[in-house]
């Protein structure tokens, strides 16, 4: 992710979090199997910076339930206006391609957990149970 990540050395672990460009969203997001947090950042802004570790933290929580990606407006400003992206952070949860929730601003971890385990995991576990069944 950003400086953070790499100072801590959260960055180790592989794919942890996608990095999303205007290139690759679609791919990334839209098409993720699994529901996905996008967290829309830009350089130099500090609720961003506070917001990396809750994301890194929320990735690492749940992994495999959960796509967790980042994306940077400079890197993404076609997505980021189609999203109607204004300020930064903001963090886009998706299902099945469509935006279920926005948070702007910098939220707590504990805000993004009790929604994640009330709200988008409860709606994507028994899609991804029947989809597993033979």
């Known amino acids: 992710m ?16 996608v990095s999303v460009s205007d290139a690759n969203y679609k791919a990334e997001v839209l098409d993720s199997e699994l529901p996905v947090l996008l967290d829309v950042w830009s350089d130099g802004c500090g609720p961003c910076k506070m917001l990396e570790p809750v994301v890194m ?22 997505t980021a206006r189609k999203l109607g ?12 391609g469509r935006v279920v929730e926005r948070v702007v601003g910098y939220r707590a971890g504990h805000y993004h957990q009790t929604f994640l385990e009330q709200e988008l995991l409860p709606k994507a576990a028994p899609e991804r149970a029947q989809a597993a069944k033979p």
């Not at 992206?85 to 099945?96: D, E, G, M, N, R």
């Open 2 to 17: 950003g400086w953070l990540g790499k100072l801590l050395g959260l960055e180790a672990e592989p794919h942890a979090v």
């Open 57 to 78: 933290d929320l990735s690492r929580k749940y992994k495999g339930r959960l796509r967790v990606a980042e994306m940077n407006v400079a890197n993404g400003p076609k």
């Open 85 to 96: 992206v204004s300020a930064t952070p903001t963090v886009l949860y998706f299902h099945k």
